[in-house]
Every structure is written in structure tokens, then in C-alpha cells.
């Protein structure tokens, strides 16, 4: 899937205009910054305001839990999917409050599910395999899950949505995100592993630990993200992520923004800058969550977040709250005024 650079006529015409409005230069700091990306996105300056605006939760379940790396059971994966559909979610509070809508994607819950308002049946296999043991999945699972997130994001997109959301949910994925983000970054498990739902001591070890045997079994397996990221999603992802990874693909490739979300939506980005560089521009860091290997994908990505409220749920709720932020950033280069067209005199030069 082609992602096309963004337009740096757009762009610089974005710059220049920042410059002609009725402020001091630079004084709106990023928020001029996500207005110029957004003029690059787009093509058009001054740029369209992002909206309507779509989340996409993708679900799926983790092999790893066999290993107690957190409290939570795996059913509570398929009985959130049944709350994001029902509305009572803090997505779909968030949401509510954005004018955002919220689509569920299973793509990998361990049970069955009814068919719900909202709910897409994707499903590639019912939860992942033990990453600490085996391979997560094999190479065409991994595959068909990166081209379920991908045609997720272009038939949100043909539905005339303009901004898109990632969302996410599967109880344990912040361990294969945390392996994900070691195997991208290169950095040790102990600085990108967190502690997810908010686990004592004695689990964060046996976390970290898990990490550390998973990378080391997909390592000695001949895995090398940088060269083949289709290869470490299966080796050491979930099925939410390498979806994820598609999505912001192919978001990218329809030149709409994608505001990622925390540290699974991280873990999935790498993946997705791997495959496509590109996407890169058409993506905006909601916010930076308290998760560890969340700050260090973005700063591996090289994003900077829009928001920093010490959240650490997932859903997609920071990347959601953001939202209106960006959107605001493509109102000041269409509604402010100029120097010259409000009469009022610039500084000397």
C-alpha cells in the first residue's frame, strides 16, 4: 500500500500564513506546527479541520496470559467488546464528547460474540499463542491481520470520515507491546515494560522476565524487526496490534491523519513506520501515556505528544481528547485574521 509524501507546497504555504497572522511569530507554538502537518496531509492551505472523526477499537486476546503477567482475566476482553458496543465505555464517553464515532473490530477475541451495533466480525484466529514459548502467530495470520486494519481505515475513510482514531482492547497486550517496542528500539525489557492495569512488584518482574524470554526466543529464531516487521509482529504481537499497524497504513495511504493513542497504538506505529516511513507524516501522537515503552516508541518514531495527563487506559481515549486540539490547530490558519486584513500594524522589523 503506497503512502505518498506530504505536499511541501502546502506546507510551506501553511508556514508562511502562520507567519502573516495577528500574533507574534511562533507564539502558538505546536499547535502551528500540527496546523502545517495537517496543510501537508491534506494538500490544501489553509488545511480542511479533520472531521468527521472515526475511532476503530480493534480486540483481540493473548496466548501470554498462561505466563500471570496480569490479574485480569481473558474473558473480560470479549465482555469490554460487548461495553464499547453498548456505549459505556470511557471511549465512548470520550467519544461522545468529541463528536467522534467508535467501530469495535474483533480480530482476535478468544470467545465468540454475538453480533452487536458497532461490532465488525474480522476475526483471524481466537487469541494469539504464548509468546514467551512459540511464535504469537505465523506470518499469514500477522499478514491477514495488517490488511484487516488496513481496510478498516479505507472503508472508514469512504464513508466520508476524516480524522481516524486508534483504539484498542485485549487483556495482557501491554506485554507483547512491550516486546514489540524492545524489538523495534533496541532498548533492554526493564525500561519499556510498564505496569499495564497496575501490578504490584513481584508480577512486574515476572513481566519484565517474560519479555526478556520472548525476545530472546524470537531472536534465536532469526527474527530482525527492522528488516522484516511482518516477522516480529508474528513473532512477538497480538492481533489488535499488527491491525493496528494496518490502520495507521493505511489511514497514511488515504492522506487522512491518524492520532495514535498509547503504548499499544506505539507498538503498532513502529510496526507500521517499518513497513511504510511514510506514514510517519500523516500521524499525530494523542498524548504520552505512563507506560514506559509508550514514551520511548514516540520518541523512537520521533513524535511529540499533544497531551500529557498521566492517562494509562488504552481504548483510545487520549488519542481521542486530543482530537479537539488538532482540529483547533486547522481553525486558527482558516479563521484568524491577518495583520492585513484586521488593519493591524506589525512590529518593526
Not at 105 to 133: E, M, Q, S, Y
Not at 208 to 225: N, Y
Not at 253 to 264: C, M
Amino acid at each position: 500500500m503506497a503512502v505518498a509524501p506530504l505536499d511541501e507546497a502546502a506546507m510551506a504555504a501553511a508556514r508562511a500564513h502562520q507567519d502573516r497572522l495577528t500574533k507574534p511569530r511562533g507564539s502558538l507554538g505546536r499547535l502551528e506546527a500540527a496546523g502545517t502537518q495537517l496543510a501537508g496531509i491534506s494538500g490544501e492551505c489553509p488545511p480542511p479541520v479533520p472531521e468527521p472523526v472515526a475511532v476503530a477499537v480493534f480486540a483481540g486476546d493473548h496466548g501470554v496470559l498462561a505466563e500471570g503477567v496480569t490479574p485480569w482475566p481473558a474473558e473480560v476482553t470479549a465482555q469490554m467488546v460487548l461495553n464499547f458496543c453498548s456505549g459505556g465505555a470511557a471511549i465512548n464517553v470520550l467519544a461522545r464528547h468529541v463528536g467522534a464515532e467508535v467501530v469495535v473490530v474483533d480480530v482476535g477475541v478468544a470467545g465468540r460474540l454475538a453480533p452487536a451495533p458497532g461490532l465488525i466480525d474480522a476475526k483471524v484466529r481466537p487469541g494469539t499463542a504464548n509468546l514467551a514459548v512459540e511464535p504469537a502467530m505465523t506470518l499469514e495470520e500477522a499478514a491477514a491481520a495488517l490488511d484487516v486494519g488496513a481496510s478498516v481505515a479505507a472503508d472508514l475513510v469512504a464513508r466520508g470520515f476524516r480524522c481516524l482514531v486508534t483504539g484498542d482492547m485485549g487483556i495482557g497486550n501491554t506485554t507483547p507491546s512491550a516486546a514489540l517496542i524492545a524489538a523495534f528500539t533496541g532498548r533492554p525489557a526493564v525500561e519499556v515494560t510498564g505496569r499495564g492495569t497496575g501490578i504490584d512488584d513481584a508480577m512486574w518482574a515476572r513481566k519484565v522476565a517474560v519479555v526478556e524470554r520472548a525476545l530472546v526466543r524470537a531472536r534465536a529464531q532469526g527474527m530482525d524487526a527492522a528488516q522484516d516487521p511482518r516477522g516480529a509482529l508474528a513473532s512477538l504481537g497480538g492481533l489488535e496490534i499488527a491491525a493496528l499497524a494496518g490502520f495507521v497504513v493505511g489511514g497514511a495511504a488515504a492522506r487522512v491523519p491518524v492520532v495514535v493513542d498509547g503504548v499499544i497504538a506505539g507498538a503498532a506505529l513502529l510496526a507500521a513506520l517499518a513497513l511504510a516511513p511514510a506514514c510517519a507524516g500523516y500521524c499525530v501522537a494523542g498524548h504520552r501515556s505512563v507506560e514506559p515503552g509508550a514514551g520511548a516508541a514516540l520518541a523512537h518514531a520521533g513524535l511529540q505528544p499533544l497531551l500529557d495527563l498521566d492517562l494509562r487506559l488504552g481504548e483510545g481515549t487520549g488519542a481521542c481528547l486530543a482530537v479537539p486540539v488538532l482540529q483547533a490547530s486547522a481553525k486558527v490558519l482558516r479563521e484568524m485574521a491577518t495583520f492585513d486584513s484586521a488593519g493591524v500594524t506589525e512590529k518593526d522589523a
